[in-house]
């Protein structure tokens, strides 16, 4: 069963590919319907022309998948979207069997298989809406028993920080995502401030814009050393919309080296599979057997 059909879940866009041969042949994309009730109606109409062809599915969603349920850890990120069975409502749209997997996990095995450099420990960091993670630890993708291996957003920034959307104060996420970074400028710019003009004022040397970026670039800074000295990483791979952002990583690398040598891996670099990352890895991790098995 090699022509798979993978599907790429997030909070703002869904997308869907027919992947022959770990190559997209063909890709259509729409938003994410903001009401939940709408999302199995979307998916049918998104995923039937790919139908006929497909042997398999894969899925790439945000939140965490356990036994193929979506849970959401901070469900504002969703719409309000949680507890949602998206493997069952898949197999029903599709007739196939469908593989679900959470999207940073997916993700940080395809950028793991792009290695350049061979290494057994890599942590990919997405900093995007949210901050995800997902670990290749002994050339494994570590998903653990309910899902939620490398949830890496939600490990403690600064306990006097914001509150976090899954009810803990000063998560990573709460200080260093998107939408912390979009929060932070409404203090300065008004209510329809959003991350992307916080990071143009910074680009644009605003002193204000940069304090905030450069939070956020510390507060990443500050989980790639703690998850380097848990886990001895060789790699950390940086992705998402910010991570990827023109300077970011340079910011992170400031903060990093004013700690210790110990804290920072051997190598740090950016995703190479941008936005296809997750259709990608979701596809490898069922074409190279490495997680999902149809029986
Ligand atoms: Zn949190």
């Given at each position: 069963?090699s ?5 790429d879940?997030?909070g703002?866009?869904i997308?869907?590919?027919l ?11 729409v ?10 109606s979307?998916l ?7 139908m006929?062809e ?6 790439a969603?945000t939140?965490?998948i356990?036994k193929?349920?979506?849970?959401a ?6 719409g309000g979207l949680?507890h949602f ?5 898949i197999?029903?749209i599709?007739?196939l069997p469908?593989?679900?997997i ?6 940080a095995w395809s950028?793991?298989?792009l290695?350049?450099?061979p290494a057994s420990n890599m942590a990919?960091i997405t ?15 570590h998903?653990?028993p309910?899902?939620?291996?490398g949830?890496?957003?939600h490990?403690?920034?600064?306990p ?12 990573v996420?709460?200080?260093?995502s998107g939408t912390a970074?979009a929060?932070?400028?409404k203090a300065?710019?008004?209510d329809e401030c959003t991350g992307?003009?916080?990071?143009q004022?910074f680009?644009?040397?605003d002193?204000?814009?940069?304090n905030?970026?450069s ?7 500050n989980l790639?050393?703690?998850?380097t000295?848990?886990?001895d990483l060789?790699v950390?791979?940086l992705?998402?919309s ?7 990583l ?8 004013l700690l210790?040598d110990?804290?920072k891996p051997?190598d ?6 941008g936005a ?6 979701a596809a ?7 997680y999902f098995?149809?029986n």
């Open positions: 069963m022509k798979v059909l993978s599907v879940l997030g703002t866009k997308a869907a590919a992947v022959i041969n770990k190559k997209i042949v063909e890709r259509a994309q938003a994410t319907p903001k009401a939940p009730e709408q999302l199995e979307v049918k109409e998104l995923l039937a022309p790919f006929p497909a042997q398999v599915v894969t899925v969603s939140g965490i356990n193929g349920i979506l849970t850890l901070n469900p504002k990120n969703l949680n069975p998206i493997q069952s409502v197999e029903n599709t007739q469908t593989l679900v959470n999207d940073a996990q997916a993700a950028e793991f298989k290695l350049k450099t990919f900093v995007s809406t949210g901050v995800g993670a997902g670990l290749v630890l002994a050339e494994t993708l998903v653990g309910s899902g939620l291996s949830h890496a957003g490990m403690l920034s600064d006097n920080g914001p509150m976090c959307g899954c009810g803990r104060k000063g998560c996420e709460s200080i260093a970074i929060a932070a400028g300065f710019w008004g992307q003009q916080v990071y004022y680009i644009n040397g002193r204000d814009a940069a905030i970026i939070c956020s670039a510390k507060s990443i800074a790639i050393a703690d998850l000295i848990s886990l060789d950390v791979i992705g998402g910010v991570g990827l952002a023109e300077g970011y340079e910011l992170v690398r400031n903060h990093l080296d210790p110990i804290y051997r740090i670099g950016l995703a190479q599979s296809d990352a997750g259709l990608l890895g490898s991790l069922y074409l190279d057997k490495s098995t149809v």
